[in-house]
């Protein structure tokens, strides 16, 4: 089946620690995206990218890092520099090309926990 | 001035009755408006698209637009405990990439 799969669904970070988020889509969009979404809050964007090897800061990109080497792949790296990290990550895609309505697909999401 | 806005609720309705959720948005050159459903826990799940003004009805759901107030609403019918859930307000910009959420309103269902 089409979809968006997110890895680990549960992560556990000491402070100091950078992690990796991995993000693989199957839907052959071309737009992928990052939100953080902290409770009862809505989604920030952080990172999004249109096309391989381009992508651009969201709202709130600071102390995270993202790569799209191929269009299936978006993993975002939560590093060192990100004071509060402990959110719930998703994941989303777009097919951006044609008639982009801008209705996004979600992942299930990750849940860092810094210690 | 928060780009997308939503009362954060709780709303709580009788089942079987028609649960209203409002969404104001401050950007007029937003030209794509959506619903999102999340249930505790889970990812956001996309209900309900709308781009012109008006009606747009799916099912027990039906997205209300009126671009001249900057003004969003999503009805649900009949409504369900299974409707318990946040609902999320999304808007874009035209030819943008960045979607817009609010905060959400958490809808309870009472059977």
């Known amino acids: 089946d089409g979809g968006i799969t997110q890895s680990p669904k549960y992560l556990f970070r000491k402070e100091g620690q950078n992690v990796t988020l991995s993000c693989e889509q199957n839907?052959?969009?071309?737009?992928m995206y990052w939100y953080r979404q902290d409770p009862g809050q809505g989604l920030r964007l952080i990172y999004y990218?249109?096309?391989?090897?381009?992508?651009q800061k969201g709202d709130i990109a600071e102390g995270y890092s993202v790569s799209r080497e191929k269009k299936e792949s978006f993993p975002l790296t939560v590093t060192s520099a990100q004071k509060n990290p402990t959110a719930f990550y998703l994941c989303a895609s777009n097919p951006w090309q044609g008639a982009n309505t801008g209705e996004l697909f979600f992942g299930e999401g990750s849940r860092l926990t810094v210690l | 001035q928060k780009e997308v806005e939503q009362n954060s609720g709780p709303l709580s309705v009788p089942e079987g009755a028609i649960a209203s959720l409002n969404c104001t948005y401050s950007?007029?050159?937003?030209?794509?408006f959506f619903w999102y459903r999340q249930y505790s826990g889970k990812s956001p799940e996309l209900i309900m698209s709308i781009y012109s003004n008006g009606d747009k009805e799916d099912g027990r759901f039906t997205a209300q637009l009126n671009k001249a107030s900057q003004y969003v609403s999503l009805l649900i019918r009949d409504s369900q405990p299974s409707d318990s859930a946040t609902y999320l307000c999304?808007?874009?910009?035209?030819?943008?990439?960045?979607?817009?959420f609010g905060a959400g309103t958490r809808l309870f269902v009472k059977a």
């Open positions: 990218s249109q096309i391989v090897n381009d992508f």
């Open positions: 999304a808007v874009r910009k035209t030819g943008g990439f960045k979607t817009i």
């Open positions: 950007d007029r050159g937003s030209q794509s």
């Open positions: 839907l052959n969009h071309d737009a």
